[in-house]
């Protein structure tokens, strides 16, 4: 048996009850075996490889709230604290039902790898909990908010354990959690990033992710003489990540025919324009689904999913696993890029059909990254007590964008283009296994 085949049996032994953890793990070791080989691993990288894949703590906690009607209600709060080689643990925190330490510790494991390639010094992490924001009222987000954080603050820290948003938490989730935790330490420090501006956070935070995603896409169309202008683009999703890519994708020229959300899917065979996307978002900011949407030119279809909508380029921006093998075969027909918005929305198998057809396709850890990176540079401009123009974090973040894909096509490249995949967990581990190394882990 090879040492990554000893490696992964152990961890499908001792996780069988977490199917999307060990997928991301799955998915890093496929790539990083042959490298190991290729360069006469020794026992001590191996059982180094074997370390990375525990989290160095798992921290879980009740939150009691009081909904609107006075009743005490419960959820489970968490935080993974994954890794710390490089620098304080950072990764997002997830509302949302499907919420699970499963779930969070493949969020955590991914994180590690993408704050890697940005180059700053940022460990790995995630949390959330199980929490349904859907529905709640202003007032009972605020309360869970301000819960969450009397159990969270003793866990995190500037040097620690610096939390953002993720699904279901935005600005206003930060800045509920931000107010509860200056209320109990009695410090004004950046302890979150992604807050407003008005209170410590960075200008072009909001937008970083789907901003990101689209100059990496820029990255990966220029190795074959591409751009985006008049390519046609779907992209799914209705948050953060999904609102700020086809912003982003529609000021670069392309052709953005969907967007979606739990319940289907907005079509545009002409492309959505700017003001399309101002409407969908007021809509959206509401509470209210994109089925319940009128504007002109706009159809929601509910019957076949968006992943069978005919184009060019494809960002997933929504969740994990939104792209199944049988998707994958239909877009590898007429695909040309594949570009995750959102955290492992390509299921493993789907991966591996893309790479049979040569289509360049990256991981979220590499082309998402925009997001954690500008939360490092909201790091910095609070440490410094000093906030820097919006120009230069957009500036900042698109040379840490081309870093990234340098980095990937460095250790990705093979004789039919760039395996993002495969350079994106050589390019991140090697970083954060070296760190390891020398802290004597
Ligand atoms: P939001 O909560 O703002 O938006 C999530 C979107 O995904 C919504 O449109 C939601 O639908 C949809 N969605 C959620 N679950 C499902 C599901 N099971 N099936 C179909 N659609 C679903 O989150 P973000 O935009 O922040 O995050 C989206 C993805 O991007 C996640 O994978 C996240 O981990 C990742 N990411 C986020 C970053 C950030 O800075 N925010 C940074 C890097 C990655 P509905 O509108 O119906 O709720
Ligand atoms: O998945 C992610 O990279 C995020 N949710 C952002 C994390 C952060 O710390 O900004």
Redesign the pocket.
């Known amino acids: 048996m090879s040492p990554i085949t000893a490696i992964s049996t152990q961890i499908h032994a001792t996780y069988p009850h977490q199917p999307t953890f060990l997928q991301a793990v799955d998915e890093v070791l496929a790539t990083l075996a042959p490298a190991l080989e290729a360069n006469s691993a020794s026992n001590a990288d191996y059982a180094r490889v074997a370390r990375l894949l525990s989290p160095e703590r798992v921290i879980s906690f009740k939150v009691i709230w009081s909904d609107d009607a006075g009743t005490l209600q419960h959820n489970i709060g968490y935080r993974i604290q994954f890794n710390s080689a490089l620098g304080p643990y ?5 509302f949302d039902a499907s919420v699970t330490e499963d779930i969070l510790k493949f ?1 955590g494991f ?2 590690i790898f ?2 890697a390639l940005t180059g700053l010094p ?1 460990g790995g992490g ?1 949390g959330g909990s199980d929490f349904n924001p859907k529905g709640k009222s202003e007032n009972e987000i605020r309360s869970f908010c301000r819960a969450f954080m009397t159990e969270l603050y003793r866990h995190i820290g500037i040097d620690v354990d ?6 279901g ?1 935005g600005g206003r989730e930060i800045g509920y959690m931000m107010g509860m935790y200056k209320q109990i330490v009695n410090r004004s420090e950046g302890v979150m ?2 807050k407003d501006p008005l209170i410590g956070g960075s200008l072009g ?1 909001t937008e ?2 789907g901003h990101g995603v689209v100059y990496f896409a820029e990255a990966m169309l220029r190795e074959a003489g591409k751009n985006l202008v008049g390519m046609t683009a779907v992209v799914s999703g209705s948050g953060n990540v999904a609102e700020h890519t086809v912003r982003m994708l529609i000021a670069k020229g392309a052709v953005v025919l969907t967007m979606s959300d739990r319940g289907g899917y907005i079509h545009k065979p002409e492309g959505l324009t700017e003001s399309d996307v101002n409407a969908i978002m007021s809509h959206k900011n509401t509470g209210s689904d994109l089925a319940t949407l009128t504007h002109e030119g706009i159809e929601y279809r509910t019957g076949a999913p968006w992943q069978t909508v005919v184009a060019e380029a494809y960002f997933p921006c929504a969740t994990q696993n939104e792209i199944s093998e049988a998707d994958a075969k239909v877009i590898a027909n007429h695909a040309t890029l594949v570009v995750e918005g959102a ?1 492992m929305p390509l299921c493993n198998e789907a991966v591996s059909v893309l790479n049979a057809a040569h289509i360049p396709h990256a991981p ?1 850890k590499a082309s ?2 925009g ?6 540079l ?1 790091m910095a401009q609070n440490a410094g007590h000093y906030p820097w123009t919006r120009e230069r974090v957009e500036s900042e973040l698109m040379e840490i964008m081309e870093r990234i894909h340098t980095t990937c096509k460095e250790h990705g490249t093979e004789s039919w283009g760039i395996d993002y995949f495969k350079g994106a967990n050589i390019g991140g581990a090697k970083r954060v296994l070296a760190a390891m190394e020398k802290l004597g882990w």
């Open positions: 950072k990764g997002g925190l997830r969020l991914e994180q993408k704050n940022l995630k610096v939390p953002a948003g993720d699904m938490v990033t992604g935070r970083a992710t955290n979220g998402n990254a997001g954690v990176a500008v939360s490092g909201e």
